[in-house]
Nanobody, 117 residues
Framework: QVQLVESGGGLVQPGGSLRLSCAAS????????MGWYRQAPGKQRELVAA???????NYADSVKGRFTISRDNAKNTVYLQMNSPKREDTAVYYC???????????WGKGTLVTVSS
């Protein structure tokens, strides 16, 4: 069982910056793709950014150029650097791990990000 713990959420002003962290309980990076998802009130959960074990990244169009996903294999941690956040980025952000191959999926409990002045 893989456990994921998010941290770093909170209140941030529009145009500011915030970094989210996701710590994994085991060394998962060699066989897992990692991702950040978010869910705003009344909306479906959506992919924000993902990174493969090889370091390839993918972003939602709405965050391209503003958010950056990265991973520190030595620390079993994945990050989401949020620059120039907008009010519409307000959501609960969830960390996701997907085993490749195999398709086993794990979720963190989420961390709330509120973008407001």
């Amino acid at each position: 069982q893989v456990q994921l713990v998010e941290s770093g959420g909170g209140l941030v002003q529009p145009g500011g910056s915030l970094r989210l962290s996701c710590a994994a309980s085991v060394s998962i990076f060699s066989g897992y793709a990692m991702g950040w998802y978010r869910q705003a009130p009344g909306k479906q959960r959506e992919l924000v950014a993902a990174i493969t074990s090889g370091g390839s990244t993918n972003y939602a169009d709405s965050v391209k150029g503003r958010f950056t996903i990265s991973r520190d294999n030595a620390k079993n941690t994945v990050y989401l650097q949020m620059n120039s956040p907008k009010r519409e980025d307000t959501a609960v952000y969830y960390c996701n791990a997907l085993s490749v191959p195999g398709g086993m999926e794990y979720w963190g409990k989420g961390t709330l990000v509120t973008v407001s002045s």
